[in-house]
């Protein structure tokens, strides 16, 4: 894979932030040995159906080490769904929200395919803002 951008080296991990309120409990479900270093395999490039797209492996990792089955994910860059999937792999509340309606479209296509279901669109009144 060539180097895309005008850096020298190839990008080999990403970053992972999270967070949670100033007293508020933290809870972490992963195993006491886990490290913050995790290998995954990368989404093969001719099967991606976004650019940035994330292995569902990574999310199911995530996801499982920072929730119980029946809590809800959040995840505001939705781009190809791996999030989705993983919550439907794992039995949590998925949240999703992208900007693109052509990737919007790309996460109800993925979810339906997994699931072997039929998504309904739910039309909402629009808030002006006054």
Not at 37 to 47: A, D, E, G, I
Not at 77 to 89: R, V
Request: aromatic fraction near 10%; hydrophobic fraction near 35%; glycine fraction near 8%.
């Amino acid at each position: 894979h060539p180097v895309l951008t005008r850096k020298d080296f190839m990008g080999a991990f990403e970053i992972c932030f999270y967070g949670w309120r100033e007293g508020a409990g933290h809870k972490f479900y992963g195993p006491n040995n886990t490290t913050d270093l995790w290998h995954v395999k990368k989404v093969n490039p001719q099967s991606m159906v976004h650019l940035t797209e994330k292995p569902v492996e990574l999310a199911v990792r995530a996801i499982q080490y920072s929730s119980l089955t029946g809590e809800n994910v959040l995840d505001l860059f939705g781009g190809s769904g791996s999030t989705l999937i993983a919550c439907e792999q794992t039995g949590r509340k998925a949240f999703l929200m992208e900007l693109d309606p052509p990737y919007c479209d790309t996460i109800v296509q993925r979810w339906e395919k997994f699931t072997g279901k039929q998504a309904q669109r739910v039309q909402c009144e629009t808030v002006s803002e006054t």
